[in-house]
């Protein structure tokens, strides 16, 4: 395959960077949360888990053993095209990205029977390990920039993608979103997290509505609605690793996508644990 050399080496750093680095952003969050927290085993774990990043960004290393699925969004300018070519080439940054982290070996050998019941086994190459399906999405801007997201396994486990009866109230909704991330939260273990919600008329909507809720949102400014769902998460006291404090949510971020007229929201929720989101951003 005849791959361009410059997407492969920008998408292949910036995956190093997804998986390695917080945003600033990130890391002002969590040194408020230290500042603020009056529990101090809390308080100590908010402190290391700071430590630990600061040491995998200046080593270049994994934030976390669950290294994490790739996720895409590709956003595409008005006179930008996409080609077969830049696609397979953004791929093939994604396989050697995950070698140079390196990524965890998670991919599953086999046919469909197989991968579903691991009979097979992992293969031992990191690139081996698919990202999931491309998100692409128009913006004004007359660019092509790629956000990668690693996706650990926890907060797949504890997230929840479900009808709510909305019943012309918005507050009915919050409080059932406030009544999942409440339970998720508190089996997590690997919390302060941070809360992505996505609302569609679907459960791809929903799910990619979350999806880029993690790509827009940032620490420094919430909605309303994001504040209030991080306040009542927070009163319940998990806290850092389930220790109990203040500091359960860092922040919620939340995408409300088109509605259809219906007495139900699709809402996906996901739980992202004390290292993600891991998103890292570049201009290809």
Known sequence: MDYDKNIVEKVSDTLVRAGSVFLPDKKEAYKRAIESEV?????????????????????????CDDTGIPHLVLEVGPDTVVTGKIMQSIREGI?????????????????????????????????????????????????LRLHVLMFGGGPAIRGKTYRIFHKHNVENVLNEIISWATDATAMLGCTPCTLAVGVGRSHYEASSMMLQALVDGTYDKQSEMEKEITRKVNEAGAGPLGLGGTTTVLATFMKVGPQRASGVRVVCMRPCCCFEPRIATVEL
């Open 95 to 143: 396989r050697q990205g995950l070698r140079k982290l390196p990524g965890r070996p998670m991919a599953i050998k086999g046919n469909d029977f197989q991968r579903i019941d691991q009979s097979l086994g992992m293969d031992e190459d990191p690139g081996a390990l698919e990202p999931a399906p491309v998100l692409i999405r128009n913006i004004e801007e007359n660019v």
């Open 39 to 63: 529990n101090q085993q809390a308080r100590w774990t908010l402190e290391m888990i700071l430590k630990n990043a600061i040491t995998a960004e200046k080593n270049c290393s994994p934030l």
